[in-house]
């Protein structure tokens, strides 16, 4: 009488799983590849890292983990089994901690079917700590002047249950490959230095130095970055969601672009209203800046976009250099008189702005930056 032997093999169903303390439950997925119609039995035995008490490597005895055996038990037909390993939670900011999870085979034979660990029946389990600190800069960028000196950055520590003390760094310098302001090595101090937050510190602020001149200089710009020294790592500190922070330094003698008023006026048999743009002085780069014309708020003296002006955005370039200060703009109007529709006076509004491209060119928008066309017949 020869017997069919059916091998079904089992197996972790991922290399590591993870759970944080606060979940108190860590869920476990065991897999077979292949089909029974008789139940079985797997063991899944949890062991601590070597060497046991080496930050990172969990504890268990029901110090980090409970470290007693669990049982996979497969029902007939059933190819996967959910089990729950219990995690402890406690008070201490502490790094990821990992253990060792291996599988074994209770009933190996079992009508004649042979139950196999596979290539997968080894697994680790990470512990995240739920008291972690998280550190992290208070805005994305901040803007100083020259003369300043300095710039006061705010580095936040949202602690939750860490009390203890700890030590981050903070490194300035300059990203030529994710900015479009470059600050040089004269223009702010270069270095990595130590922030050290003492006991329940919450917030720490940083001066970092910028060194003035007497150029006249578009805007520049360099970064700052947070750093987690190894030993702060392996007390539970990490960097939250603002780790970078951007500086903006301004010259103090700025350019400003405006319109040369706020009345307008244009003449609808024309076909255009002339306005003027005026820079208050010379910059040392070229830049851009954009009219848009709008409606204003209806009235029974509003203009009909389409109809009564232009729907545009009209570009206005200050060459590098460039003297003279003052450039005349035409708007469209359209002319709806000739077909019978003519109107009473019709009023739009324009409004100025510096393109993207021109954020670093130092020159900044004045008053007034917003103005009104009438438009007559």
């Keep these: 009488e020869i017997e069919d032997t059916h091998i079904i093999h089992v197996n972790f169903s991922q290399a590591t799983y993870s759970a944080e303390e606060s979940d108190l439950m860590m869920i476990i997925t065991v897999q077979a590849v292949g089909f029974s119609i008789w139940p079985y039995s797997v063991h899944i035995n949890p062991m ?22 669990l049982i996979a038990q497969f029902s007939s037909g059933v190819s996967q089994v959910n089990v729950s390993l219990p995690v402890v939670m406690d008070q201490m900011t502490e790094p990821t901690e990992v253990f060792r999870l291996f599988l074994t085979i209770v009933n190996m034979h079992n009508n004649n079917i042979l139950i196999e660990p596979g290539a997968n029946s080894i697994a680790n389990g990470e512990i995240l700590d739920s008291a972690a600190v998280e550190v992290y800069f208070d805005q994305s ?59 329940r510190q919450a917030i720490k602020n940083v001066d970092l130095l910028i060194y003035p001149d007497d150029l006249v200089e578009s805007v520049e710009a360099f970064q700052v970055t947070l750093q987690i020294p190894q030993k702060s790592s392996m007390k539970g500190i990490h960097l939250g969601r603002q780790r970078t922070t951007t500086v903006f330094i301004h010259d ?39 009219i848009t014309s709008t409606e204003v708020s209806p009235t029974s003296t509003s203009s009909d976009r389409g109809n009564d002006f232009a729907i545009v955005s ?64």
Excluded: W
């Excluded at 529709?341 to 510096?354: G, Q, Y």
């Design 48 to 69: 601590e890292n070597m060497p046991v008490g080496r930050p990172g490597n969990a504890k268990g005895n029901g110090i980090d983990f409970v470290s007693d055996t």
């Design 141 to 199: 960028e901040y803007v100083v002047k020259e003369s300043d000196g300095k710039v006061l950055v705010k580095i936040i520590a949202d602690r939750q249950n860490f009390f203890r003390a700890f030590s981050v760094k903070i490194r300035t310098f300059v990203n030529r490959t994710s900015k479009p302001c470059y600050a040089s090595s004269s223009d702010f101090y270069q270095r990595t230095q130590v922030v050290r937050f003492t006991k």
């Design 252 to 290: 103090d003698i700025s350019v400003q672009v405006k319109f040369t008023g706020r009345l307008y006026k244009g003449v609808e048999a024309d076909g255009v209203a002339s306005i003027m743009v005026m820079s208050t002085g010379v910059a040392s780069v070229s830049y851009t800046v954009v």
């Design 314 to 377: 009209t570009l206005v370039t200050f060459a590098e250099g460039d003297t003279s200060l003052q450039k005349h703009v035409n708007i469209s109007i359209p002319s709806n008189c000739r077909y019978g529709a003519c109107e009473a006076d019709r009023i739009f509004k324009v409004t100025l702005s510096l393109t993207t491209d021109s954020t670093c060119s130092g020159v900044i928008t004045g008053e007034p930056n917003e103005a009104t066309i009438i438009v007559t017949l």
